[in-house]
């Protein structure tokens, strides 16, 4: 089968956010016994707007409102619980994900 097909892609067209999500989900599943690490995927397209997919090992796919991860995660679960709401606009999304990565990296040494 061709894949751009069971994939949901368009020739013609930028992959949906979804779709990009799915080929992660493939690939974390088919080489799940050498990865180490899940995977966020997030983007916008004209059919469903902004979308959050977390593909953690083992190559499941979760669709979120948000997702964290990595190293620094652990330091802003308070903020991004706090902070986040939904229907935020681009420039509210921009800031809140600026100011989480800067809380991040503040205080985690692999950053």
């Excluded at 974390?28 to 979308?51: P, S, T």
Aim: hydrophobic share 35%.
């Amino acid at each position: 089968a061709d894949s751009r097909t069971t994939t949901g892609a368009y020739i013609a067209g930028p992959p949906l956010v979804h779709t990009a999500a799915n080929l992660f989900k493939e690939m974390c599943y088919r080489y799940r016994e050498d990865l180490m690490a899940g995977i966020i995927v997030a983007g916008w397209d004209k059919r469903k707007g902004g979308q959050v997919y977390s593909v953690p090992m083992g190559g499941m796919m979760v669709h979120q409102p948000f997702s964290i991860g990595g190293s620094g995660s652990s330091y802003i679960y308070g903020f991004v619980d706090s902070t986040y709401r939904q229907g935020m606009t681009k420039d509210e999304c921009m800031k809140f994900a600026a100011n989480a990565l800067a809380l991040a990296m503040e205080r985690d040494g692999s950053s």
